[in-house]
């Protein structure tokens, strides 16, 4: 029988996030090709993991550049953090 894992815990079943972690497993993938394809994991578990914390809200109103008005949004909250909690996390952390 498998482990119940707590409810704010989620496994990524993603698709390209499978085939990623295939090619940063194989013993021929580079150095290189390491280092993209960590930021291509992060980058993809921050997105999933974001678009079911995160809501859009209402910031008011623009005009595009053929004239057709539409309302804007904004992330609620404006300011997120991240913070690696392991030291081998901090490749999946870019300096900004």
């Known amino acids: 029988m498998a482990p119940t894992l707590p409810p704010n815990i989620h496994v990524s079943t993603h698709p390209c996030l499978r085939v990623k972690l295939s090619q940063l497993r194989s013993t021929t993938t580079t150095a290189k090709e ?35 008005e539409y309302t804007t949004e904004q992330i609620v909250p404006e300011r997120i953090s991240v913070m690696p909690i392991l030291r081998s996390g901090l490749g999946m952390v870019d300096g900004t």
């Not at 390491?34 to 109103?61: F, M, N, R, S, Y």
């Open 34 to 68: 390491t280092k993209a394809l960590v930021h291509d994991i992060a980058l993809l578990l921050g997105v999933e993991a974001l678009g079911h914390a995160l809501q859009a809200a209402p910031a008011g109103k623009d005009t595009t550049p053929l004239g057709y």
